[in-house]
Protein backbone atom coordinates (compact mmCIF):
# COMPACT_ATOMS: atom_id res chain seq x y z
CA UNK A 1 0.00 0.00 0.00
CA UNK A 2 0.93 3.69 -1.11
CA UNK A 3 2.47 5.49 2.56
CA UNK A 4 4.30 9.09 2.38
CA UNK A 5 6.34 10.25 4.94
CA UNK A 6 6.11 14.13 5.58
CA UNK A 7 7.01 14.26 9.29
CA UNK A 8 9.55 11.72 11.08
CA UNK A 9 6.48 10.67 13.22
CA UNK A 10 4.90 9.12 10.05
CA UNK A 11 8.01 6.60 11.55
CA UNK A 12 7.47 4.65 14.50
CA UNK A 13 10.34 4.07 16.34
CA UNK A 14 10.47 0.19 15.15
CA UNK A 15 10.75 1.64 11.71
CA UNK A 16 13.45 4.26 12.54
CA UNK A 17 15.56 0.84 13.86
CA UNK A 18 14.68 -1.19 10.89
CA UNK A 19 15.73 1.67 8.51
CA UNK A 20 19.30 2.06 10.54
CA UNK A 21 19.71 -1.79 10.12
CA UNK A 22 18.95 -1.31 7.08
CA UNK A 23 21.45 1.46 6.39
CA UNK A 24 24.10 -0.30 8.36
CA UNK A 25 23.91 -3.04 5.94
CA UNK A 26 24.45 -0.89 2.78
CA UNK A 27 27.29 0.69 4.12
CA UNK A 28 28.75 -3.34 4.87
CA UNK A 29 27.73 -4.65 1.79
CA UNK A 30 26.25 -1.57 -0.73
CA UNK A 31 26.97 -4.34 -3.78
CA UNK A 32 24.14 -6.39 -2.35
CA UNK A 33 21.77 -3.37 -3.22
CA UNK A 34 23.06 -2.28 -6.82
CA UNK A 35 19.77 -3.68 -8.16
CA UNK A 36 17.34 -3.02 -5.25
CA UNK A 37 15.40 -0.17 -7.42
CA UNK A 38 16.50 -1.37 -11.11
CA UNK A 39 13.10 -0.22 -13.15
CA UNK A 40 11.89 2.09 -11.20
CA UNK A 41 11.70 5.93 -10.96
CA UNK A 42 12.23 8.45 -8.65
CA UNK A 43 11.22 12.50 -9.21
CA UNK A 44 13.01 14.91 -7.22
CA UNK A 45 10.22 18.07 -6.99
CA UNK A 46 13.16 21.16 -5.30
CA UNK A 47 10.70 24.31 -5.82
CA UNK A 48 13.13 25.36 -3.04
CA UNK A 49 17.56 25.94 -3.61
CA UNK A 50 19.04 22.33 -2.40
CA UNK A 51 22.15 20.98 -2.83
CA UNK A 52 22.41 17.74 -0.44
CA UNK A 53 18.92 16.85 0.37
CA UNK A 54 18.57 16.52 -3.79
CA UNK A 55 21.67 15.11 -4.97
CA UNK A 56 21.50 12.98 -1.92
CA UNK A 57 18.53 11.59 -2.86
CA UNK A 58 19.25 11.41 -6.41
CA UNK A 59 22.68 9.72 -5.43
CA UNK A 60 20.60 7.30 -3.25
CA UNK A 61 18.15 6.08 -6.11
CA UNK A 62 21.07 5.58 -8.72
CA UNK A 63 22.85 3.61 -6.13
CA UNK A 64 19.52 1.50 -5.59
CA UNK A 65 19.56 0.38 -9.70
CA UNK A 66 17.17 3.46 -9.73
CA UNK A 67 16.29 6.25 -12.28
CA UNK A 68 15.43 9.76 -12.05
CA UNK A 69 13.22 12.71 -12.58
CA UNK A 70 13.95 15.97 -11.41
CA UNK A 71 12.55 19.36 -11.08
CA UNK A 72 15.17 21.35 -9.93
CA UNK A 73 13.52 25.42 -9.92
CA UNK A 74 10.24 26.37 -9.44
CA UNK A 75 10.66 29.21 -12.29
CA UNK A 76 11.30 26.63 -14.70
CA UNK A 77 8.37 24.22 -14.18
CA UNK A 78 4.45 24.49 -14.51
CA UNK A 79 4.33 26.15 -10.98
CA UNK A 80 5.26 29.14 -12.05
CA UNK A 81 2.21 29.17 -14.55
CA UNK A 82 0.16 28.53 -11.38
CA UNK A 83 -0.09 24.85 -11.29
CA UNK A 84 -0.92 23.85 -8.14
CA UNK A 85 1.24 21.36 -5.95
CA UNK A 86 -1.99 18.61 -5.93
CA UNK A 87 -2.14 18.87 -9.77
CA UNK A 88 1.89 18.65 -10.60
CA UNK A 89 1.92 15.83 -7.95
CA UNK A 90 -1.06 13.85 -9.99
CA UNK A 91 0.97 15.01 -12.77
CA UNK A 92 4.00 13.20 -11.63
CA UNK A 93 2.41 10.49 -10.45
CA UNK A 94 1.80 9.26 -13.72
CA UNK A 95 5.68 9.26 -14.77
CA UNK A 96 7.42 8.03 -11.37
CA UNK A 97 6.91 5.63 -8.72
CA UNK A 98 7.67 7.98 -5.79
CA UNK A 99 8.77 11.45 -5.17
CA UNK A 100 10.70 13.26 -2.87
CA UNK A 101 9.34 17.10 -2.59
CA UNK A 102 10.82 20.29 -1.05
CA UNK A 103 8.41 23.46 -1.01
CA UNK A 104 8.35 26.62 0.47
CA UNK A 105 5.31 26.20 2.50
CA UNK A 106 4.81 24.26 5.26
CA UNK A 107 1.95 21.87 4.55
CA UNK A 108 3.02 21.39 1.14
CA UNK A 109 4.16 17.80 0.87
CA UNK A 110 0.99 16.80 2.71
CA UNK A 111 -1.25 18.44 0.13
CA UNK A 112 1.50 16.28 -2.36
CA UNK A 113 1.09 13.09 -0.81
CA UNK A 114 -2.84 13.48 -0.71
CA UNK A 115 -2.87 13.72 -4.26
CA UNK A 116 -0.65 11.44 -5.49
CA UNK A 117 -1.02 8.02 -6.20
CA UNK A 118 2.98 7.36 -5.38
CA UNK A 119 4.32 7.27 -2.43
CA UNK A 120 5.91 10.93 -1.07
CA UNK A 121 8.88 11.97 0.56
CA UNK A 122 9.01 15.48 2.16
CA UNK A 123 12.24 16.76 1.61
CA UNK A 124 11.57 19.97 3.55
CA UNK A 125 8.50 21.78 3.73
CA UNK A 126 8.81 25.53 4.73
CA UNK A 127 9.78 26.40 8.54
CA UNK A 128 7.99 22.91 9.36
CA UNK A 129 9.96 19.31 9.34
CA UNK A 130 12.53 17.98 7.12
CA UNK A 131 12.57 14.12 8.27
CA UNK A 132 15.21 12.85 5.99
CA UNK A 133 17.54 15.41 7.69
CA UNK A 134 16.73 13.77 11.00
CA UNK A 135 16.77 9.84 9.55
CA UNK A 136 20.45 11.33 8.43
CA UNK A 137 21.33 13.11 12.03
CA UNK A 138 20.06 9.80 13.75
CA UNK A 139 22.04 7.56 12.17
CA UNK A 140 25.00 10.11 12.88
CA UNK A 141 23.84 10.07 16.79
CA UNK A 142 23.89 6.14 16.70
CA UNK A 143 27.40 5.60 15.04
CA UNK A 144 28.91 8.56 17.32
CA UNK A 145 27.28 8.29 20.41
CA UNK A 146 25.88 4.22 20.21
CA UNK A 147 22.88 5.20 21.63
CA UNK A 148 19.51 7.75 21.89
CA UNK A 149 19.44 7.88 25.02
CA UNK A 150 20.61 9.18 28.54
CA UNK A 151 22.68 12.70 26.26
CA UNK A 152 22.15 16.09 26.42
CA UNK A 153 21.58 17.41 23.44
CA UNK A 154 22.47 21.70 22.58
CA UNK A 155 20.18 23.07 19.93
CA UNK A 156 21.90 26.88 18.84
CA UNK A 157 21.16 28.97 16.40
CA UNK A 158 17.66 29.52 14.26
CA UNK A 159 15.19 27.37 16.55
CA UNK A 160 12.12 29.33 15.45
CA UNK A 161 12.31 28.82 11.51
CA UNK A 162 15.22 25.70 11.68
CA UNK A 163 12.50 23.23 10.39
CA UNK A 164 15.64 20.18 11.26
CA UNK A 165 15.07 21.28 14.79
CA UNK A 166 11.83 20.55 14.67
CA UNK A 167 11.89 17.40 12.99
CA UNK A 168 14.99 16.35 15.46
CA UNK A 169 13.30 17.05 18.67
CA UNK A 170 9.98 15.26 17.81
CA UNK A 171 12.60 12.13 17.11
CA UNK A 172 14.59 12.21 20.30
CA UNK A 173 11.89 13.23 22.30
CA UNK A 174 10.55 9.74 21.55
CA UNK A 175 13.60 7.81 23.71
CA UNK A 176 13.94 7.98 27.55
CA UNK A 177 16.41 10.00 29.89
CA UNK A 178 17.10 12.77 26.90
CA UNK A 179 17.55 16.60 27.93
CA UNK A 180 17.28 19.53 25.22
CA UNK A 181 19.29 22.75 25.94
CA UNK A 182 17.68 25.12 23.48
CA UNK A 183 20.37 28.15 22.63
CA UNK A 184 19.21 30.90 20.63
CA UNK A 185 18.81 34.63 20.15
CA UNK A 186 15.60 36.05 21.84
CA UNK A 187 14.23 36.25 18.76
CA UNK A 188 14.51 33.12 17.33
CA UNK A 189 13.24 30.71 20.12
CA UNK A 190 12.26 27.26 19.86
CA UNK A 191 7.96 27.82 18.76
CA UNK A 192 5.83 27.33 21.11
CA UNK A 193 3.91 24.25 19.69
CA UNK A 194 6.93 22.45 19.86
CA UNK A 195 7.81 23.57 23.53
CA UNK A 196 4.16 23.12 24.31
CA UNK A 197 3.29 19.63 22.25
CA UNK A 198 6.30 18.02 22.37
CA UNK A 199 9.17 18.88 25.40
CA UNK A 200 6.36 19.76 27.94
CA UNK A 201 3.44 17.43 27.34
CA UNK A 202 6.29 14.43 27.88
CA UNK A 203 7.54 16.19 31.23
CA UNK A 204 11.09 16.37 28.90
CA UNK A 205 13.23 18.43 30.69
CA UNK A 206 14.45 21.43 28.68
CA UNK A 207 16.68 24.31 29.65
CA UNK A 208 16.54 28.05 27.06
CA UNK A 209 19.45 30.08 27.17
CA UNK A 210 21.18 32.77 24.75
CA UNK A 211 24.66 31.94 25.86
CA UNK A 212 26.37 29.07 24.13
CA UNK A 213 30.00 28.98 25.72
CA UNK A 214 28.10 28.88 29.18
CA UNK A 215 26.43 25.73 28.00
CA UNK A 216 28.76 23.78 25.87
CA UNK A 217 30.62 21.87 28.43
CA UNK A 218 27.51 19.65 29.43
CA UNK A 219 27.10 18.74 25.91
CA UNK A 220 26.57 15.25 24.45
CA UNK A 221 25.70 16.88 20.84
CA UNK A 222 25.79 19.92 19.92
CA UNK A 223 23.51 20.28 17.16
CA UNK A 224 24.50 23.89 15.12
CA UNK A 225 21.92 25.64 12.81
CA UNK A 226 22.17 28.40 9.96
CA UNK A 227 19.96 31.21 10.63
CA UNK A 228 17.03 30.75 8.18
CA UNK A 229 17.38 34.12 5.86
CA UNK A 230 14.75 32.67 3.46
CA UNK A 231 11.91 32.62 6.39
CA UNK A 232 12.64 36.25 7.57
CA UNK A 233 10.20 39.36 6.79
CA UNK A 234 13.44 41.78 6.87
CA UNK A 235 16.80 41.69 5.84
CA UNK A 236 17.78 44.03 8.68
CA UNK A 237 16.33 41.51 11.26
CA UNK A 238 18.79 38.72 9.72
CA UNK A 239 21.71 41.15 9.35
CA UNK A 240 21.44 41.77 12.92
CA UNK A 241 21.24 37.74 14.29
CA UNK A 242 22.75 36.06 11.49
CA UNK A 243 26.32 36.04 13.40
CA UNK A 244 25.05 35.36 16.59
CA UNK A 245 26.54 32.21 17.42
CA UNK A 246 29.97 31.07 15.88
CA UNK A 247 31.75 27.80 17.10
CA UNK A 248 35.85 27.86 16.98
CA UNK A 249 37.93 25.82 18.22
CA UNK A 250 39.10 28.08 20.94
CA UNK A 251 35.53 27.45 22.42
CA UNK A 252 35.34 23.48 21.63
CA UNK A 253 38.51 23.27 24.21
CA UNK A 254 35.89 23.80 27.05
CA UNK A 255 34.10 20.96 25.42
CA UNK A 256 33.21 17.08 26.57
CA UNK A 257 36.03 15.01 24.67
CA UNK A 258 33.21 12.91 22.56
CA UNK A 259 30.82 15.75 22.10
CA UNK A 260 29.34 15.21 18.17
CA UNK A 261 29.25 18.48 16.92
CA UNK A 262 26.55 18.34 14.01
CA UNK A 263 24.82 20.74 11.43
CA UNK A 264 22.46 19.99 8.89
CA UNK A 265 24.55 22.06 6.37
CA UNK A 266 24.85 24.42 5.23
CA UNK A 267 26.88 26.42 7.41
CA UNK A 268 27.53 29.78 6.81
CA UNK A 269 29.59 31.53 9.56
CA UNK A 270 28.12 29.09 12.38
CA UNK A 271 31.33 26.95 12.86
CA UNK A 272 34.51 28.08 11.94
CA UNK A 273 37.03 26.04 9.17
CA UNK A 274 39.00 25.61 12.08
CA UNK A 275 36.59 22.81 13.94
CA UNK A 276 36.75 20.71 10.82
CA UNK A 277 39.71 18.90 11.20
CA UNK A 278 38.27 18.28 15.21
CA UNK A 279 37.42 14.28 15.57
CA UNK A 280 34.33 15.84 17.34
CA UNK A 281 33.19 17.86 13.94
CA UNK A 282 30.61 15.33 12.70
CA UNK A 283 28.65 17.46 10.05
CA UNK A 284 30.31 15.78 6.70
CA UNK A 285 29.26 12.19 8.28
CA UNK A 286 25.83 13.57 8.59
CA UNK A 287 25.76 13.62 4.62
CA UNK A 288 27.18 10.50 3.65
CA UNK A 289 24.95 8.67 6.39
CA UNK A 290 21.91 10.95 4.53
CA UNK A 291 22.43 9.20 1.89
CA UNK A 292 22.10 5.45 3.46
CA UNK A 293 19.10 6.56 5.03
CA UNK A 294 17.64 8.04 1.82
CA UNK A 295 18.26 4.39 0.40
CA UNK A 296 16.54 2.67 3.48
CA UNK A 297 13.66 4.73 3.10
CA UNK A 298 13.44 4.49 -0.64
CA UNK A 299 13.51 0.69 -0.66
CA UNK A 300 11.03 0.95 2.23
CA UNK A 301 8.07 2.58 0.40
CA UNK A 302 9.03 1.09 -2.84
CA UNK A 303 8.28 -2.20 -1.39
CA UNK A 304 4.96 -1.43 1.01
CA UNK A 305 3.57 0.32 -2.28
CA UNK A 306 4.25 -2.83 -4.28
CA UNK A 307 2.25 -5.04 -1.79
C1 LIG B 1 18.61 22.26 5.88
C2 LIG B 1 17.24 22.61 5.33
O1 LIG B 1 17.07 22.68 4.11
O2 LIG B 1 16.36 22.79 6.15
N1 LIG B 1 19.49 21.84 4.89
C3 LIG B 1 19.50 20.53 4.55
O3 LIG B 1 18.53 20.00 4.04
N2 LIG B 1 20.57 19.81 4.85
C4 LIG B 1 19.17 23.33 6.75
C5 LIG B 1 19.32 24.70 6.19
O4 LIG B 1 18.99 24.97 5.03
O5 LIG B 1 19.80 25.54 6.95
Known amino acids: MKRSVIDILDLSTEEIEELIATAQDIIERPAGYARACAGKKLATLFFEPSTRTRLSFEAAMYELGGNVLSVTDAATSSASKGESVADTARTVSCYADIIAMRHPKEGAALV ?46 DLKFGRTVHSLINAMARYPDNRFVLISPEELKLPSYVKKDVLRERGIPYDQTTDLEAALPRLDVLYMTRVQRERFFNEEDYLRLKDSYILDAAKLRAAKKDLCVMHPLPRVNEIAADVDADPRACYFKQVLNGKYMRMALIMKLLKEAAQ
Not at 130 to 140: F, G, I, K, S, V
Open 112 to 157: AANAASIPVINAGDGGHCHPTQTMADLLTIRREKGAFSGLTIGLCG
